[in-house]
């Protein structure tokens, strides 16, 4: 079935990296962006950033750009969300999800429709 | 950025309607994407494009999009329905083009 699964939890020091993956199955994973969101205790869903798996372009949120990398690796279908310089307020559920995709010449978009599981970052001193 | 407003929580009692609004300027031009999220587990989609639904959701699900509001609407309201329910759009013309609305509480009495 078409699924994404997520590295595990991770604790980090202020100040450090962290590097969360992604694997897709079930689906050609070039054919579809991948986006991260992060999610606080408590708190709403914050869209960081997509990829496109195929040419490897990508956008990230202005609040994070300088901060977030977002990379793949097409042979092992994984993609991958960099998060540095890390503080207090990063900790959260940081998630992978898919959405829109090419068909020929023609983008389509029909919302986030595959969500991996979801990867803990911790940022504690 | 464009901005999506949506009230913090909504009551309802089994049975009834709820319905759950998200704003934005001139919304009706966009289309709006609805995502149910339950306590410790990952979002899912429960309406894309304005109004359709993905293969398993309950046709209690239903959406809506007109001028500067979208709403989803849940049917027929159940214990299992009561979760945060989280719009979105894509902006192709922004550079900020995935916006999330800032979630919705939705209890059933």
């Known amino acids: 079935q078409v699924q994404l699964v997520q590295s595990g939890a991770e604790v980090k020091k202020p100040g450090a990296s962290v590097k969360v993956s992604c694997k897709a199955s079930?689906?050609?994973?070039?054919?579809?962006?991948i986006n991260w969101v992060r999610q606080a205790t408590g708190q709403g869903l914050e869209w960081m950033g997509w990829?496109?798996?195929?040419?490897?372009?990508?956008g990230y949120a202005q609040k994070f750009q300088g901060r977030v990398t977002m990379t793949r690796n097409t042979s092992i279908s994984t993609a991958y969300m960099e998060l540095s310089s890390l503080r207090s307020e990063d900790t959260a559920v940081y998630y992978c999800?898919?959405?829109?995709?090419?068909?020929?010449?023609?983008?389509?978009?029909?919302?986030?429709?595959?969500w991996g599981q979801g990867t803990t970052v911790t940022v504690s001193s | 950025s464009y901005v999506l407003t949506q009230p913090p929580s909504v009551s309802v009692a089994p049975g009834k309607t709820a319905r759950i609004t998200c704003g934005g300027n001139?919304?009706?031009?966009?289309?709006v994407h609805w995502y149910q999220q339950k306590p410790g587990q990952a979002p899912v989609l429960v309406i894309y494009?304005?109004?359709d639904r993905p293969s398993g959701i309950p046709e209690r699900f239903s959406g809506s999009n007109s001028g500067n509001t979208a709403t989803l609407t849940i049917s027929r309201v159940e214990a299992g329905d009561e979760a945060d329910y989280y719009c979105?759009?894509?902006?192709?013309?922004?550079?900020?083009?995935?916006?999330f609305g800032g979630g919705t509480k939705l209890t059933v009495l």
């Open positions: 001139n919304i009706g031009s966009k289309s």
């Open positions: 979105q759009v894509w902006d192709s013309s922004s550079d900020h083009p995935r916006v």
């Open positions: 079930g689906y050609t994973f070039t054919s579809y962006d």
């Open positions: 494009y304005d109004s």
């Open positions: 999800a898919r959405d829109g995709f090419w068909s020929g010449p023609n983008y389509y978009y029909y919302g986030m429709d595959v």
């Open positions: 990829m496109n798996p195929n040419s490897g372009n990508t």
